[in-house]
Each structure stands twice: as structure tokens, then as C-alpha cells.
């Protein structure tokens, strides 16, 4: 069966730090891969997909990037945090097509300090 | 692009009562919708799905119908249980082969459930 594994589960950093928050997925192949981040008490707004390695799709223009070194794997990362970039990011992933079942990880909870 | 409205943004029902979500969607060519609970700090997790050749679909206490004509879809909680708490997120898409590779989320209803 499928996995999903996202990690650190917690972090707090200071503003102007770096930021990787990373992503796998086990038990499947070629799958599409999503970053989300859901501020306190608010929706989830997609910041990143892809599709297959090295391909990444960028939905907000921000101080974050994306990149998917490995076909389940994929890492979000920051040169320098804001204190508006605290939140529960979470990745997710679909089969090839987009009408399959998209499954959340277990989330990252940042705060910025 | 996709856009999804939700309604309402926070739902209170006595336990026991049933519960309604609706959502409307603006591309005509997505055929997939989702529904996702999420509890207090937890992942959303689907509840239901319906894909747009169905007009109703039936788990236990939840449905979900599709009216395509019109572009919405709705929730339904029956006999709500004090579980059935939580933030519920519907969502469409469309066909990943016409380059739509992703959800397009509502933003969510809160659902208190009054014991």
C-alpha cells in the first residue's frame, strides 16, 4: 500500500533562516506531487505540483521553491523565512491521473518567530 | 482557471439533525469532486468522492449529488454525531490529459455539531 511521509512533524525557525521541508512517497510510481500551506484557521492554498522529476509548477510567486531530485521525492525550501510563511504545509500526492484519490501527508507545522 | 465557492463558511446542527454543504464550480469540463473532513490539527482526509457520469453517491450517514447542469455539488451529513465535527473542504478538477493536473479547493466549513 501507499505512504506518505513528510518531516520534521514540528519547527520553529527565526525570521531570515533557511527553510527544507521534505516529502516522500512509498509504494507507488510516477506519481503527482503536491505542496500546500494552510495558515491558522484558513484554506489550503496550493504553492507547488509536479509531475515527474524536475518538473515543478509554481502556483504563488514567493520567497519559496520546490524541487523533486527523485520520482517520490519532493522538498520545499526557503534562503530566507518570513513571519508570514508560519503555517501547516502539507504535501500530497495523486496517480497519474488527476481525478485519482489525492492523499495528504501528515503535515508540517512551521512557526516563525 | 478552475474557481470553487463554498457555503457556508461555519455550520452549527443539533446532534442528531442533518448537516448540508454546498459548493459551486465555474469550469464545465471538470468531472471529478472530492470532499475532505479535516480535524483540529490533523491532515485532511476524503470523505467522498463523485465523478460527473454519477448524480448521487451513498456511505452510510454521507452523500454527495451533482448537478452539472447547474455546477454544483453538495454534502450531506445525516444523523450527525458529535464526530462529524470538523472543517470540511470540497474540491473539482478536470481531466490531467487537457493539462489540469490539480485540485481547486473550496475554503472550507467549519461544522460544530451541538450535543
Known amino acids: 500500500s501507499q505512504t506518505i511521509h513528510q518531516w520534521p512533524a514540528t519547527l520553529v525557525q527565526p525570521v531570515g533562516s533557511p527553510l527544507s521541508l521534505e516529502c516522500t512517497v512509498e509504494g507507488t510510481s510516477n506519481p503527482n506531487l503536491y505542496w500546500y500551506r494552510q495558515a491558522a484557521g484558513r484554506g489550503l492554498q496550493l504553492l507547488f505540483y509536479?509531475?515527474?522529476?524536475?518538473?515543478i509548477s509554481s502556483e504563488v510567486p514567493q520567497n519559496l521553491s520546490a524541487s523533486r531530485p527523485q520520482d517520490r521525492q519532493f522538498i520545499l525550501s526557503s534562503k530566507k523565512l518570513l513571519l508570514s510563511d508560519s503555517g501547516f504545509y502539507l504535501c500530497a500526492w495523486t496517480g497519474v491521473s488527476s481525478t485519482d484519490t489525492q492523499y495528504f501527508g501528515p503535515g508540517t507545522r512551521l512557526t516563525v518567530l | 482557471g478552475e474557481n470553487v465557492e463554498q457555503h457556508p463558511s461555519t455550520l452549527s446542527v443539533q446532534e442528531g439533525d442533518s448537516a448540508v454543504i454546498k459548493c459551486t464550480y465555474s469550469d464545465s469540463a471538470s468531472n471529478y469532486f472530492p470532499w475532505y473532513k479535516q480535524e483540529l490539527g490533523k491532515r485532511p482526509q476524503l470523505i467522498i468522492d463523485i465523478r460527473s457520469n454519477v448524480g448521487e453517491k451513498k456511505d452510510q450517514r454521507i452523500a454527495v449529488t451533482l448537478n452539472k447542469t447547474a455546477k454544483h455539488f453538495s454534502l450531506h451529513i445525516t444523523e450527525t454525531q458529535p464526530e462529524d465535527s470538523a472543517v470540511y473542504f470540497c474540491?473539482?478538477?478536470?481531466?490531467?490529459?487537457?493539462?489540469?493536473?490539480?485540485?481547486?479547493f473550496g475554503t472550507g466549513t467549519r461544522l460544530t455539531i451541538i450535543p
Open positions: 509536479s509531475v515527474g522529476i524536475g518538473q
Open positions: 474540491a473539482a478538477t478536470g481531466d490531467s490529459n487537457f493539462g489540469n493536473e490539480k485540485l481547486t
